[in-house]
């Protein structure tokens, strides 16, 4: 009984975990696209990192047991996985932010809804997950709606799409593979990990790109930080909980919050079409919603349903 009732909160919990997730991402590259101007993104993700591990340092000599600590920092179980799991998500978060510099924030998220389709497809042969009918259909209405924001090969399509697109790709590597490393990584495991990563990745170029942030630039600097280390910790959390391929349609709520902050930051208002694919995304969330639950990682679905 007690496990049931452990795989419907995972069941109910992983989808807000998702959404909470995306809110928080949309507001740390908002505030990289703030920074773009005279922040470069490798400067911006090298600082990120680097807080991230300070942090670390500074708060191990409060733990229970600090010399574990910073063992399981030095020496993690399945090192190899954890850090090629930091290396997607470092990549990730450099090629988005180079694509935010670029083009609007609900085209950058618009871009970054083919990850829905991407992890979908690889949930069974990868992770041995069950796609059934009802998710590819919530699948392809997000899908259908970025094609209609987007349309591609018309005038208004930008190169700089591409930056989004490979940053999901990596973006998604990441996510099956924290999902295959639940029981032995937890989600601060694999942020820290994120962030030696990318600390030694972009640590070289600093001498030939540093731009010392002024007074205000370090506040920004430090929230995004901050922002999206709560935002990996809340992915990591729900991808651990849930059945990857259930999870995908919610990642589609992300464009709500990018249409927001287009609207109040930017004065940016999407067109009539772009509109139309914008509810075609939500009407694919909300198909999601009304479907079956994602199953937990013991193979309980939420509602205890084992249809898909």
Not at 135 to 140: D, F, I, K, L
Not at 195 to 216: D, R
Request: charged share 10%.
């Amino acid at each position: 009984m007690a496990g049931a009732h452990a795989a419907r909160w995972d069941g109910a919990m992983a989808p807000a975990l998702i959404v909470l997730s995306g809110l928080l991402y949309t507001v740390a590259y908002v505030t990289a696209k703030l920074l773009a101007g005279r922040i470069d993104a490798l400067q911006l993700t090298f600082l990120r990192c680097a807080l991230l591990l300070a942090a670390f340092a500074l708060s191990t000599p409060f733990a229970a047991n600090p010399g574990a600590a910073w063992r399981r920092l030095l020496f993690p179980p399945r090192a190899r996985d954890m850090r090629l799991a930091g290396l997607g998500v470092i990549g990730s978060s450099i090629l988005v932010i180079l694509a935010y510099a670029r083009m609007p924030v609900v085209e950058v998220s618009a871009v970054a809804f083919m990850g829905p389709i991407i992890l979908t497809a690889l949930a069974g042969p990868l992770l041995g997950e069950r796609v059934g009918t009802f998710r590819w259909v919530a699948v392809g209405l997000g899908f259908g709606g970025m094609l209609v924001v987007l349309r591609p090969g018309m005038a208004g399509f930008q190169p700089a799409a591409l930056l989004a697109l490979a940053g999901q790709c990596a973006y998604a590597g990441y996510q099956i593979v924290a999902r295959r490393l639940r029981g032995e990584a937890d989600a601060t495991d694999l942020t820290l990990q994120s962030a030696i990563v990318g600390t030694a990745i972009t640590l070289p170029a600093m001498p030939f790109l540093w731009v010392t942030p002024t007074a205000i630039e370090w506040l920004m600097v430090i929230a995004f930080a901050a922002i999206t280390a709560a935002g990996q910790v809340t992915l990591a959390m729900a991808v651990q909980r849930a059945e990857m391929a259930g999870l995908q349609p919610w990642q589609y709520t992300k464009l709500v919050w990018a249409l927001g902050f287009d609207v109040l930051l930017f004065g940016l208002f999407p067109d009539p079409l772009a509109a139309i694919g914008i509810a075609l995304i939500l009407a694919g969330t909300a198909l999601a919603a009304a479907g079956p639950s994602p199953r937990s990682p013991g193979g309980c679905s939420a509602g205890g349903s084992g249809g898909r």
